[in-house]
């Protein structure tokens, strides 16, 4: 199947500094999204990405859809505690019998250290 | 509006044993779909529906079955448990695959099978 190398597999920063991570693919995707996870819930929507070369904000959280179609990245601005979960991107292409389904990465541990 | 809702929020099963998992939706929702989320292994989709009446297997389908008798019902079954099947089953679901696949999940179900 497709698969989706998302890095770095986790993170230990101080509240306050800047975090980027991303995702990437050998094969071309139409949509990106970025999703959050709490722990013991579900995934959160963050952004949702629908044309290469796309820069979207959402407050503190940045993400952009690559050229190439191929990867995304997301930075979140001065972090604070409450950034503390795993980050997942997700990608869907759109074509033939794979238009309804997303392929996620592993996701990324965020730590925030007050 | 509850949005999604799984049922049970934890199981313990013995290895043999069956139960099912239900995946609620009040959005009327077209699409849904259940994964299994494993230590580093990010969201593994398992089976999808694309309306009433229709299933399809996902990346990991293997010991489970699904049914989707209802458009608000996604029900998840698993005919003789495994401990491999020990795990965190999410359900979602969107509108309709549009391009704009932005899915909702559950809370999860948090299965161990002893």
């Known amino acids: 199947g497709q698969q989706l190398n998302q890095s770095p597999q986790s993170m230990f920063i101080q509240e306050g500094e800047d975090v980027s991570m991303n995702c990437t693919s050998s094969?071309?995707?139409?949509?990106w999204l970025w999703y959050k996870q709490d722990p013991g819930e579900g995934p959160v929507l963050l952004i949702a990405?629908?044309?290469?070369?796309e820069l979207t904000s959402n407050g503190r959280l940045t993400a952009q859809f690559g050229i190439t179609r191929k990867d995304s990245f997301l930075n979140i601005s001065a972090s604070i505690p409450s950034d503390v979960g795993i980050y997942f991107c997700?990608?869907?292409?759109?074509?033939?019998?794979?238009?309804?389904?997303?392929?996620f990465g592993k996701g990324t541990l965020l730590t925030v250290n007050p | 509006n509850a949005g999604v809702t799984q049922t049970p929020k934890f199981r313990v099963l013995k290895t043999g044993q069956s139960m099912t998992l239900l995946c609620a939706q009040d959005m009327n929702h077209e699409y849904m779909y259940w994964y299994r989320q494993d230590p580093g292994m990010g969201l593994r989709l398992i089976h999808y529906?694309?309306?009433?009446?229709?299933?399809a297997k996902g990346e990991v389908p293997d010991g489970y079955n699904v049914s989707r008798l209802k458009k608000q019902n996604f029900l998840l079954g698993l005919e003789s448990a495994a401990p491999s099947q020990t795990s965190v089953y999410f359900c979602a679901s969107i509108p309709r695959a549009t391009g704009y696949n932005e899915q909702f999940f559950g809370p999860g179900t948090r299965l161990t099978v002893l």
């Open positions: 094969s071309i995707f139409n949509t």
């Open positions: 990405l629908y044309k290469a070369g």
């Open positions: 529906s694309v309306g009433e009446g229709t299933t």
């Open positions: 997700a990608g869907q292409r759109n074509s033939g019998g794979s238009n309804y389904k997303l392929t």
